[in-house]
């Protein structure tokens, strides 16, 4: 089956616009977690969610950075008002679940990068 | 505040020896320990979980977790040049990361 996807692939905008970043997860995956990673660094959490309900939000880095996902499927990461630091590649990532061990495997769709001018 | 660490490397190991791969966590309480392999400019990829004490073996791969002291390894048995990637380890449902260890394993 397909794997976790992501659009867009690339994006550049320009300081002070709004963007959304677009997760959609393997299917039937109750989890679904949002990255953000820099360069020669490992993911940094941002956000998470079990089906729709948003079970932690301690990562998002302020609030211009917003995260949903209303049907418990596919998810959206918005970032209102960018600014040159918000630049970074952007990773989701879904699993069966969150808290049984052994279907807490994490799968890594392929990112966004982001770049603020 | 909870964190992984690890040596950022690069920890350069010869075509056919051991990779022994070190990581920390401070979080005692932790349950589950996980290591990914990330190949430059691509997502991370799990290689192995571990969640008790002890050694997991999955083929040319080795998971060693000691709880009390608080460290998780990855030795890698037979290293291979396409072994070179960086190395992360992630904690407790994979929502705290090391930064990773880069490998480079030399033909």
């Known amino acids: 089956g397909a794997g976790v996807s992501q659009s867009p692939r690339y994006k550049v905008t320009k300081r002070g616009q709004d963007v959304a970043l677009r997760c959609d997860p393997i299917s039937g995956h109750v989890s679904l977690y949002w990255y953000r990673q820099a360069l020669g660094q490992g993911p940094e959490f941002l956000t998470y969610f079990n089906y729709e309900a948003q079970q932690d939000k301690s990562g998002l880095p302020n609030d211009r950075f917003s995260a949903e996902r209303p049907e418990g499927s596919i998810s959206t990461l918005t970032i209102q008002r960018t600014e040159q630091r918000d630049s970074a590649m952007y990773r989701c990532?879904?699993?069966?679940?969150?808290?049984?061990?052994?279907?807490?495997?994490?799968?890594f769709g392929p990112g966004t990068r982001l770049t603020v001018l | 505040q909870k964190e992984v660490e690890q040596n950022s490397g690069p920890l350069s190991v010869p075509e056919g020896a051991i990779a022994s791969l070190n990581c920390t966590y401070s979080d005692r309480g932790s349950q589950s320990f996980f290591w990914y392999r990330q190949y430059s400019g691509k997502s991370p990829e799990l290689i192995m979980s571990?969640?008790s004490n002890g050694d997991k073996e999955d083929g040319r791969f080795t998971a060693q977790l000691n709880k009390a002291s608080q460290y998780v390894s990855l030795l890698i048995r037979d290293s291979q040049p396409s072994d070179s990637a960086t190395y992360l380890c992630?904690?407790?449902?994979?929502?705290?990361w090391g930064a990773g260890t880069k490998l480079i394993i030399k033909p």
């Open positions: 990532a879904s699993s069966l679940e969150t808290e049984s061990l052994g279907s807490n495997t994490q799968y």
């Open positions: 992630a904690v407790n449902y994979q929502l705290i």
């Open positions: 571990i969640y």
